[in-house]
């Protein structure tokens, strides 16, 4: 059973750039959610992807976007970056798009300068 | 507005000795409360989780109490052991209209077991 894979491992932007993420779910997974984790914080949910829609938004800007594709994987866009982006981006992968219980990735952390 | 509070922010126990880790929520409509477990670069991993209709939860070291009256809920790490130092997160969720699920972390404990 393959796990939730994530890429890349590391970024460094610049503030006003665009920067794509991407996630791969765990096998028999068809929801894939992302979470933003600041420096000593807990997850913060951004969104949650089911059959290739938007199902579900916490409270992010529209700049914030994703998508999902037919084999599950997932990406995350974030458009005109701002310092504050600096965070842990998590996806996690559940089966099902009201199943509770979540896997995550190891995440890809973001820094913007 | 912070719907999960967890406290303390760090811990330190002695090898053998006992791990609490409390949590209060406000939001009465969350139905299923998990604990994770989150080892530095890693992403969280569900450690054990409960549901408001019983009051304690017990798997291996690890015990979840659950007071629904007071909306507070912990865990319990028994004869805690240096490999469980790691940042531990309550959370809470419900599913939401639309059928999507989403989870409310706390701000996380910082567990260090020292020998």
């Not at chain 1, 982006?85 to 990735?105: I, Q, T």
């Not at chain 2, 409390?22 to 989150?38: G, K, M, R, S, V």
Request: net charge positive.
């Amino acid at each position: 059973e393959t796990g939730v894979t994530q890429s890349p491992t590391h970024l460094i932007k610049t503030r006003g750039q665009q920067v794509t993420l991407r996630c791969s779910s765990q096998s028999g997974h068809n929801t894939v959610s992302w979470y933003q984790q600041a420096l000593g914080q807990g997850p913060q949910f951004i969104f949650q992807y089911y059959r290739e829609e938007e199902n579900g938004r916490g409270n992010f800007p529209p700049r914030f976007s994703g998508l999902q594709f037919p084999n599950y994987s997932s990406e995350l866009n974030v458009n005109a970056l701002e310092l504050d982006d600096s965070a842990l981006y998590l996806c996690a992968s559940s089966e099902g798009a009201s199943n509770e219980k979540l896997f995550f990735g190891s995440g890809t952390q973001l820094s913007v300068l | 507005q912070q719907q999960v509070k967890q406290s303390p922010q760090s811990l330190i126990v002695q090898k053998g000795g006992i791990s609490i880790i409390n949590c209060a929520y406000e939001n009465t409509a969350f139905d299923y409360f998990p604990w994770y477990q989150q080892f530095p670069g890693k992403g969280p991993a569900l450690l054990i989780a409960i549901r408001p209709d019983v009051s304690e939860k017990k798997e291996g070291r690890f015990t979840i109490s659950f007071n629904k009256s007071a909306k507070q809920f912990s865990l319990h790490i028994m004869d805690s052991q240096p490999g469980d130092s790691a940042t531990y997160f309550c959370a809470a969720s419900r599913a939401r209209s639309g059928g999507y699920q989403k989870v409310t972390f706390g701000t996380g404990t910082k567990l260090q077991v020292i020998p």
